[in-house]
């Protein structure tokens, strides 16, 4: 496994990364990138440390050591350790980072058990999970199409979507465009597929493709957001920007200009079956139901913490109404707290055998996740209220002379001195006020699926595991109790009867 420092070297290969307009010579110095690289540094390790690893490294089928998460679930038992190695991991970042290394085995983590799904090229599979497993590299996906005219199918945007443009006897020559590509710029590959059914048509089976690619490929660009993390170390300091100054996951566009793909790096091609199917077919969406309630629920632990802070530096946490608030907030971390402990406790069984993370609550998770983290956010707002509003400019202020007599006096709290009541209330600002509060919110969102997707989703698995069919049968039940002539059983009187009783 990496260490820390080899994982910061290991980003230094030449790759293609885009920001302000200019290429990015070494993304482990640039300030748009440095300190997030060291916060997935920091994870590597932890993977290292004598405690810490206890809780988060186990061996794999080969024997290689690896994060807990990576290794492929046989039990109810694997799911749970691998449920809290993740959280360790969260942890370290308060569960700002959905994206770190252990996030792709949600895919990378079925390779092994899901071998047989990826017709032609089961050893690819097999040999991509040795190789990441044993590394724990660094593996982002890209897999939604731009949104340039979605109301054409892919065969009409050849020159948009990701495609095969040149077929070779040692691979393939691909071109075109994926998003988003969160922490793409310090990753080591991308993963590129397609989510949901694709309609290829027109017999074009040139997108029916699934493949791994280094980040350093020729021809591989990646074309960034706006950096927090710059923005924090223009206008602030740690103290004004606590999370964005170095939990910034960089999103990007990622751009293929001719990128060859070695035959040995290819999971699918002009299989339509396969390559429209791989969410579904490899319980894709139940692993990462499980790692990203693990990550809310480590983020809302610290959002509570954080709120029960709050109000007791305004001197409101007596207030009823402030007491209801917090405990919504509590109600909704118990909550996602118990779902992730439903996917683990009562598992599915997959292909091979393989521990799936129950299905019903990693749907239910999908629905809620998105609505929690809305809530949580508004409770903030109207509970913590204009005290995030008059925060002063920066840390810079309390360094004044002639002002911090002035903020002593009027920034202070209920028990605490003014330094650490907005040293408190910038972390708030910082969860959900900043820019890179606003991408969390756009974030949680649609972690996991648009909102109609993840809602369409949770009632076709219902219809197709046969729930559905269950919850009529129990209303049919209900129904069959009664008629146009009264109870149709024993049980209950009719009106008949009781009336003629009553006589």
């Known amino acids: 496994m990496l260490t820390g420092k080899e994982f910061l070297e290991s980003l230094k290969d030449g790759r293609k990364v885009y920001l302000?307009?200019?290429?990015?010579?070494?993304?482990?110095?640039?300030?748009?990138?440095?300190?997030?690289?060291?916060?997935?540094?920091?994870?590597?390790?932890?993977?290292?440390?004598?405690e810490l690893s206890?809780?988060?490294?186990?061996?794999?089928?080969?024997?290689?050591?690896?994060?807990?998460?990576?290794?492929?679930?046989?039990?109810?038992?694997?799911?749970?350790?691998?449920?809290?190695?993740?959280?360790?991991?969260?942890?370290?970042?308060?569960?700002?980072?959905?994206?770190?290394?252990?996030?792709?085995?949600?895919?990378?983590?079925?390779?092994?058990?899901?071998?047989?799904?990826?017709?032609?090229?089961?050893?690819?599979?097999?040999?991509?999970?040795?190789?990441?497993?044993?590394?724990?590299?660094?593996?982002?996906?890209?897999?939604?199409?731009?949104?340039?005219?979605?109301?054409?199918?892919?065969?009409?945007?050849?020159?948009?979507?990701?495609?095969?443009?040149?077929?070779?006897?040692?691979?393939?020559?691909?071109?075109?465009?994926k998003m988003v590509g969160t922490s793409s710029p310090l990753t080591h590959y991308t993963?590129?597929?397609?989510?949901?059914?694709?309609?290829?048509?027109?017999?074009?089976?040139?997108?029916?493709?699934?493949?791994?690619?280094?980040?350093?490929?020729?021809?591989?660009?990646?074309?960034?957001?706006?950096?927090?993390?710059?923005?924090?170390a223009t206008t602030g300091t740690p103290f004004d920007y606590p999370l964005s100054s170095r939990f910034d996951e960089n999103d990007a566009v990622i751009v293929l200009d001719n990128v060859f793909i070695p035959w040995e790096d290819v999971l699918a091609y002009k299989n339509i079956e396969v390559s429209n199917n791989f969410v579904p077919g490899t319980h894709f969406v139940n692993r990462f139901s499980l790692h990203g309630g693990t990550r809310l629920a480590v983020k809302l632990d610290f959002m509570a913490g954080l709120l029960l802070k709050a109000t007791e530096g305004a001197g409101t946490k007596q207030f009823r109404g402030v007491q209801v608030n917090v405990g919504e907030v509590l109600a909704l971390r118990n909550m996602m707290w118990s779902l992730t402990t439903a996917m683990v406790s009562e598992p599915d069984v997959g292909?091979?055998?393989?521990?799936?993370?129950?299905?019903?609550?990693?749907?239910?998770?999908?629905?809620?996740?998105?609505?929690?983290?809305?809530?949580?956010?508004?409770?903030?707002?109207?509970?913590?209220?204009?005290?995030?509003?008059?925060?002063?400019?920066?840390?810079?202020?309390?360094?004044?002379?002639?002002l911090k007599p002035y903020i002593d006096k009027y920034?202070?709290?209920?028990?605490?001195?003014?330094?650490?009541?907005?040293?408190?209330?910038?972390?708030?600002?910082?969860?959900?006020?900043?820019?890179?509060?606003?991408?969390?919110?756009?974030?949680?969102?649609?972690?996991?699926?648009?909102?109609?997707?993840?809602r369409l989703e949770t009632l076709k698995h219902a219809e197709a595991s046969g729930a559905a069919d269950t919850y009529k049968a129990f209303a049919d039940s209900a129904m069959s109790d009664y008629d146009l002539h009264g109870w149709t059983n024993s049980t209950w009187i009719n009106e008949v009867e009781e009336s003629s009783a009553l006589k």
């Open 54 to 177: 206890k809780k988060i490294v186990t061996e794999n089928e080969y024997g290689d050591k690896t994060h807990r998460f990576f290794k492929t679930p046989k039990s109810s038992g694997d799911l749970f350790k691998a449920r809290d190695a993740i959280a360790e991991w969260s942890k370290l970042n308060y569960g700002f980072m959905g994206r770190t290394p252990d996030y792709k085995a949600t895919f990378v983590g079925h390779l092994q058990g899901y071998a047989d799904f990826f017709e032609g090229f089961e050893d690819n599979a097999k040999e991509w999970y040795r190789k990441v497993s044993k590394d724990v590299s660094f593996v982002n996906h890209t897999i939604i199409n731009p949104q340039v005219d979605r109301s054409k199918p892919l065969h009409e945007n050849k020159d948009v979507f990701v495609r095969v443009v040149n077929e070779r006897d040692d691979g393939i020559i691909v071109s075109g465009a």
């Open 20 to 50: 302000y307009g200019e290429e990015i010579d070494d993304v482990t110095t640039h300030p748009a990138f440095r300190n997030a690289a060291r916060s997935y540094a920091r994870l590597y390790d932890s993977l290292h440390d004598p």
């Open 411 to 454: 920034y202070r709290g209920t028990g605490i001195s003014a330094e650490e009541r907005v040293k408190l209330l910038k972390l708030v600002w910082d969860s959900i006020g900043t820019e890179f509060g606003g991408r969390h919110e756009l974030y949680e969102i649609n972690y996991a699926g648009n909102t109609e997707n993840v």
């Open 191 to 232: 993963f590129v597929g397609n989510y949901g059914p694709k309609d290829l048509g027109d017999g074009d089976q040139s997108h029916a493709l699934m493949f791994m690619m280094s980040m350093n490929a020729p021809g591989l660009k990646m074309i960034s957001r706006p950096s927090y993390e710059l923005m924090a």
């Open 351 to 402: 292909m091979n055998g393989l521990a799936i993370p129950n299905s019903f609550a990693s749907h239910a998770y999908r629905v809620l996740a998105p609505e929690t983290w809305v809530r949580v956010k508004n409770i903030f707002k109207q509970v913590v209220a204009g005290g995030l509003i008059q925060l002063p400019s920066s840390s810079k202020d309390f360094l004044n002379e002639d």
